[in-house]
């Protein structure tokens, strides 16, 4: 079985039930240890609708918290939301401007690592992932 995660009528991410829940709980965590919406709505029906600007804001905070500590377990415990949220974001069409500001090149790299093994298609969620 497998969760979609949709902005709008559009498919961003389709990964397996406990995957998707292990990424919502840490999402969620987050934006309440740090006081912001995350802009994911709960999983029902194996679907959890985006608002794509609340967690593009949610990603710019985390990006920011990530450049300004130097705690290195703090830092990693970051890293996975933004990365997957890397690439949701990029799918969804909001990785505007605030978003760019603060991604650099390693994150552009691991986002392009991860959005290879990210499925999201609806037809093609069976298939096995490029490369």
Known sequence: ??????????????PANFVARVFHAEALALAQVFGVPPG??????????????????????LLREHQKTDHIILRSLLEGVIG???VLLERAGESGEEISRDVGEPWEDR????????????SAYMEEPPG
């Open 1 to 14: 079985m497998s969760c979609f995660f949709q902005v709008g009528d559009s498919d961003v991410w389709n």
């Open 40 to 61: 994911l709505g709960p999983i029902v029906d194996d679907e959890c609708q985006i608002d794509g600007q609340a967690f593009a804001h949610f990603m710019t905070v």
């Open 84 to 86: 997957v949220g890397l």
């Open 111 to 122: 986002r392009r690592v991860l959005s290879r093994r990210m499925t999201y298609e609806r």
